[in-house]
């Protein structure tokens, strides 16, 4: 009687694990989609900073990172103190560094790290009117990142939870 409970109790584990490994990816994207929201956010603020406010690239990242708070708004804030510190760093160099040195619970994709790169290869060094168009440019990518993962949203969401669901089951009849 003992080992018949032992393999009900172990089946009931198995299912939850699933299907909170399930409702857990359902999260990341939801996370995700907010992440790439609250970056969009802070591009354009840091835009509004360099075009409007003719600040310099290290002020212009410190107020928007004060501004906008949370692991994204730490980036900026470290970017702006390396930056103010003039060690001689190209500000490409000092960009890549610190988004490679993000924490990993910064809900970013490879793609999404690798877009962010390349916004910083031409910030620094061109003319106001280059850097807005650069701006914009990332904007615009950042656009269609955040109308793929909200069309997808509800779909994905449905599907990781449903795997998670149904793998349990699967493992715990197999098991069985």
Not at 28 to 42: C, F, G, I, P, S
């Amino acid at each position: 009687m003992d080992n018949r409970w032992l393999r009900i109790l172990g089946a009931v584990f198995v299912i939850v694990s699933c299907s909170g490994l399930g409702f857990f990816m359902a999260g990341q994207w939801n996370e995700h989609l907010k992440t790439v929201e609250k970056l969009r956010k802070m591009i354009f603020l840091l835009k509004a900073e360099i075009v409007y406010g003719n600040s310099p690239l290290a002020e212009a990242f410190e107020r928007t990172g004060r501004r906008a708070g949370g692991d994204i708004g730490a980036l900026f804030e470290r970017v702006a103190e390396r930056l103010f510190k003039q060690q001689g760093e190209l500000f490409y160099e000092v960009w890549q560094e610190e988004i490679d040195h993000m924490p990993k619970e910064v809900c970013l994709s490879k793609e999404d790290k690798q877009n962010l790169k390349g916004l910083g290869e031409h910030l620094g060094y061109l003319d106001m009117d280059m850097q807005e168009r650069n701006i914009l440019l990332y904007l615009e990518q950042l656009d269609l990142t955040i109308d793929y993962l909200r069309e997808h949203k509800q779909e994905k969401s449905r599907l990781y939870t449903s795997l998670g669901i149904m793998g349990g089951l699967f493992l715990t009849i197999v098991m069985y």
